[in-house]
Every structure is written in C-alpha cells, then in structure tokens.
C-alpha cells in the first residue's frame, strides 16, 4: 500500500481561495482600533451569529492567528495553518498582503 501522502495543491488552492472570497462577499470585517502601531493588528469577522477575531502582525514576527474551529484543526497542516478568515483579512488588507507568501511557499 501507498502511504506517501499526496496533497492537490491546485485543487487545495482554489477551495480556500474560494471560501476566502465568500468571506469578503457575506462576512463582515472591521479593524479594530490598535493602541500603538506597531501593535497586532485585530480584526472582528462576523457572518450571520458567527463571530471570530482575527489577529496579525504587522511585522510578521508571528503567524496570523484566528479564533475560528478550523484555524485550530489546520494548525500548520493546511495553507500554513491559514484559515479562511485570516487569508481574507490579508487579501483586504493592502499592507498586509505580503504575509500572504507563506501558503504559497
Ligand atoms: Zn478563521
């Protein structure tokens, strides 16, 4: 038996890239205030009674983080352990969009 795991990046890529773009069409996002600028920066996501927060940081000294069920599952396995939340916020997010490399490295 096989046991090498094989994974469809091009198929992989397009479902996030999809539900990523559900979430910039149906979720609400809003940038939470920071207190300083070099600060993470917070995002709240909300989509009928869903609620996440989504964080990032700007120097990227740390991974984006998100509070949703699959951000957790993923972890590290999937797209960087990226979430569809956290790559909407980074598509949405002009100064953000560099932290974007690391699901296509
Ligand atoms: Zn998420």
């Given at each position: 038996m096989d046991k090498t795991l094989t994974i469809d990046f091009r198929a992989r890529d397009q479902r996030f890239m999809r539900a990523a773009g559900d979430v910039l069409k149906r979720y609400r996002i809003d940038r939470l205030e920071q207190a300083d600028p070099g600060d993470p920066v917070r995002f709240r996501i909300r989509g009928g009674r869903r609620e996440y927060t989504v964080t990032v940081d700007p120097r990227w000294a740390s991974k984006p983080a998100c509070t949703c069920p699959d951000a957790a599952q993923l972890g590290g396995l999937q797209?960087?352990?990226?979430c569809k939340h956290i790559i909407a916020v980074l598509i949405r997010e002009k100064a953000l969009?560099?932290?974007?490399l690391e699901i296509l490295l």
């Open positions: 797209n960087a352990g990226y969009q560099f932290q974007l």
